[in-house]
C-alpha cells in the first residue's frame, strides 16, 4: 500500500513525509482494516511531524494521521466488512482502570494514540481496535465526516467544558479547524459565539459567529484558546468575569499566568480529546443537519505542502487527504 512515512521529524519546509510503499497492516483479534477514504489535517501532525512533540526511536517509522474515515475490508470482530467507522487521536485504552470503568477512557494511562503509537491515516489502509472506532451514518460524506473526529470532539469536549448557559458570551481565539467547529458548538448549546480572529474572519462569518473582533471585547463569559499561542491564554483569562472558565485545546510548551488575572476563582483545562460519547453526539448533531462544514479536499501525496499551508495559517477550515 502507500503511505506517507516519517523516518524523522524535520521542518516542514524539509518535506519529512515521504510518498511510498509500506506493509498493508495484519490484523489482530478485535481489529478492523479500513480502506482510508478520508483523513484530516490536524494542527497536531504538524507538531508530530516537525518534533514538537518528541517522540521515541521505536515509535518510528511513523505514519502520522488521526481524522481517520474508512470503509472495513477485513473484520476479525463484530463489526461487518462494508461498513464505514472513523478514529480520532484516541486509538485504544485498557478497558480496566478507574478512568475507563467510569466513561473516561480518554484519561486512561494506558491510552494510546493514533498516527503515533499505531500508524495513522496518511495511509491507503489502517488497522483500527473495533472497540474504540465510531459508525459513520449513511448520509455522511467521509471527507466532511473525518474532521468531527478530532477537531470536531475536541470543540465539542471543550464547549462542554463552559456548561454554558443561554446568551453567554464566549470568546473563541483561534478560528482554525477546531475554532470552526467550536463557534459553532457554542451557538447549538445556547450561547453567543464570539471568535477573536486577526487572520481568519471570513471563517468566523462562515460558522456563523454572533460577533467577530481582532482583540476582547467586554468580559465574556467563558473562553476557549484553539489556537497554539501561549500569550492569548493570557489574554483569555483576563477577559472573562470572575468565576469563569478558560479551556485550552491547543498545544502548547508553557503557559504563564499572572496571578493578578487568575485571582478571582478562574479555572483554566484543558482537553483530552477522545470520548467515544462525543464522537457519535457530534456524528448525530452532524448527520441530523446541525454542523456547517467547511472542508477542502487534497491527494494525499501532498501532505507536505498542506502542512506547509497549514503552518503559515492559510488553511481555511479543514484539508483533507484522499489516498
Ligand atoms: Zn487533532
Ligand atoms: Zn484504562
Given at each position: 500500500m502507500k503511505a506517507m512515512i516519517l523516518d524523522k521529524?524535520?521542518?516542514?519546509?524539509?518535506?519529512?513525509l515521504k510518498y511510498k510503499e509500506f506493509d498493508k497492516p495484519e490484523i489482530k483479534s478485535g481489529q478492523v482494516v479500513v480502506k482510508v477514504q478520508a483523513n484530516g489535517v490536524c494542527h497536531s501532525d504538524l507538531h508530530i511531524?516537525?518534533?514538537?512533540?518528541?517522540?521515541?526511536?521505536?515509535?518510528?517509522?511513523?505514519?502520522?494521521?488521526?481524522?481517520?474515515?474508512?470503509e472495513v475490508v477485513e473484520s476479525k470482530s463484530n463489526i461487518q466488512v462494508g461498513e464505514r467507522v472513523?478514529?480520532?487521536?484516541?486509538?485504544?485504552?485498557?478497558g480496566k482502570c478507574e478512568y475507563c470503568i467510569s466513561g473516561r477512557e480518554n484519561l486512561c494511562p494506558y491510552a494510546t494514540v493514533t498516527g503515533i503509537n499505531?500508524?495513522?491515516?496518511?495511509?491507503?489502509?489502517?488497522?483500527?481496535?473495533?472497540?474504540?472506532?465510531?459508525?459513520?451514518?449513511d448520509n455522511m460524506d467521509s471527507a466532511e465526516a473525518a474532521p468531527l473526529f478530532c477537531a470536531g470532539?475536541?470543540?465539542?469536549?471543550?464547549?462542554?467544558?463552559?456548561?454554558?448557559?443561554?446568551?453567554?458570551?464566549?470568546a473563541v481565539f483561534g478560528i482554525g479547524g477546531l475554532g470552526?467547529?467550536?463557534?459553532?458548538?457554542?451557538?447549538l448549546m445556547g450561547g453567543k459565539a464570539c471568535a477573536i480572529t486577526r487572520s481568519h474572519p471570513e471563517v468566523a462569518e462562515k460558522a456563523e459567529a454572533y460577533e467577530i473582533s481582532d482583540k476582547p471585547a467586554g468580559k465574556y463569559d467563558g473562553a476557549i484558546v484553539f489556537a497554539p499561542n501561549s500569550g492569548l491564554v493570557e489574554t483569555a483569562v483576563s477577559?472573562?468575569?470572575?468565576?469563569?472558565?478558560?479551556?485550552?485545546?491547543?498545544?502548547?510548551?508553557?503557559?504563564?499566568?499572572?496571578?493578578?488575572?487568575?485571582?478571582?476563582?478562574?479555572n483554566v483545562t484543558s482537553v483530552a480529546s477522545g470520548l467515544r460519547k462525543e464522537a457519535r453526539a457530534v456524528l448525530d448533531i452532524a448527520s441530523s443537519g446541525g454542523l456547517i462544514s467547511m472542508v477542502h479536499t487534497d491527494k494525499l501525496s501532498s501532505a507536505n505542502e498542506v502542512l506547509g499551508k497549514l503552518k503559515q495559517g492559510k488553511v481555511k477550515g479543514r484539508e483533507v487527504l484522499i489516498p
Open positions: 521529524q524535520k521542518k516542514i519546509e524539509d518535506n519529512p511531524v516537525e518534533g514538537d512533540i518528541p517522540l521515541g526511536h521505536e515509535l518510528f517509522p511513523i505514519i502520522p494521521g488521526h481524522e481517520i474515515v474508512g472513523g478514529i480520532g487521536w484516541f486509538y485504544s485504552a485498557c499505531h500508524k495513522g491515516g496518511y495511509s491507503e489502509f489502517a488497522a483500527l481496535d473495533s472497540n474504540y472506532v465510531t459508525k459513520i451514518p470532539i475536541t470543540a465539542y469536549s471543550a464547549v462542554k467544558k463552559l456548561n454554558v448557559s443561554p446568551n453567554d458570551r464566549i470552526f467547529y467550536g463557534l459553532q458548538m457554542v451557538k477577559s472573562v468575569k470572575s468565576g469563569k472558565t478558560i479551556v485550552v485545546p491547543a498545544i502548547m510548551d508553557k503557559i504563564s499566568i499572572p496571578f493578578g488575572s487568575f485571582m478571582w476563582e478562574k
